[in-house]
């Protein structure tokens, strides 16, 4: 949640504004945001709210749907979020034209995912299938995309330590990834 944070809070979004959460899994990036203020509305194809402590998830909060077709109306929202969902995306230029077509004037589009810090070793990685690293961003590849659709790339940080750091808690609580 400490990037959730820091995007949200980068792109200046807050109190009173609409985010989707694309590809919000359980949930835990809507509930924070509405502990923010925010009216966070997670989208995802698969129903796997589960229920947790803190704000309820209800029907608006929670969409089932593809991201590459967004049942948002065109220019209804301040901000998306993709939180390590677009390169689990079959088809990242078609959702991609979806956020820029639900986002307001002067939204954000806020990212944080796998990218490949060596591209060149790029083929290895995308040939291992049904692995959640097969669809890892090349970061080129993602900033021509952006540009398409009229993005811009404001920041762009690397927080590898964090993923280590999460994945080596993940696989201490769960036994393995």
Same mark, same amino acid.
Request: hydrophobic share 40%.
């Given at each position: 949640?400490?990037? @959730?944070?820091?995007?949200?809070?980068?792109? #200046?979004?807050?109190?009173?504004?609409?985010?989707?959460?694309?590809?919000?899994?359980?949930?835990?990036?809507?509930?924070?945001?509405? @502990?923010?203020?925010?009216?966070?509305? #997670?989208?995802?194809?698969?129903?796997?709210? =589960?229920?947790?402590?803190?704000?309820?998830?209800?029907?608006?909060?929670?969409?089932?749907?593809?991201?590459?077709?967004?049942?948002?109306?065109? %220019?209804?929202?301040? #901000?998306?979020?993709?939180? %390590?969902?677009?390169?689990?995306?079959?088809?990242?230029?078609?959702?991609?034209?979806? %956020?820029?077509?639900?986002?307001?004037?002067?939204?954000?589009?806020?990212?944080?995912?796998?990218?490949?810090?060596?591209?060149? &070793?790029?083929?290895?990685?995308?040939?291992?299938?049904?692995?959640?690293?097969?669809?890892?961003?090349?970061? @080129?590849?993602?900033? &021509?995309?952006?540009?398409?659709? #009229?993005?811009?790339?404001?920041?762009?940080?690397?927080?590898?330590? &964090?993923?280590? =750091?999460?994945?080596?808690?993940?696989?201490?609580?769960?036994?393995?990834?």
């Amino acid at each position: 949640l400490e990037l @959730t944070a820091r995007a949200v809070t980068f792109a #200046g979004l807050g109190a009173a504004t609409t985010v989707i959460d694309l590809g919000c899994g359980s949930g835990d990036s809507v509930r924070y945001l509405r @502990t923010l203020g925010i009216d966070a509305i #997670g989208i995802d194809c698969e129903p796997r709210i =589960e229920k947790k402590p803190g704000p309820c998830l209800s029907s608006r909060s929670h969409i089932v749907a593809s991201a590459e077709n967004l049942p948002i109306p065109d %220019c209804s929202v301040e #901000g998306v979020l993709a939180e %390590c969902s677009v390169s689990l995306l079959e088809d990242q230029d078609a959702a991609l034209k979806e %956020c820029a077509r639900v986002l307001k004037d002067q939204g954000r589009l806020m990212i944080t995912d796998l990218y490949a810090r060596q591209p060149d &070793a790029i083929a290895h990685v995308r040939a291992l299938k049904r692995s959640c690293v097969s669809g890892m961003i090349v970061r @080129t590849e993602l900033e &021509a995309r952006l540009a398409l659709r #009229g993005f811009t790339v404001d920041l762009w940080e690397d927080h590898s330590q &964090a993923l280590r =750091e999460s994945a080596a808690r993940f696989i201490f609580e769960h036994g393995s990834l």
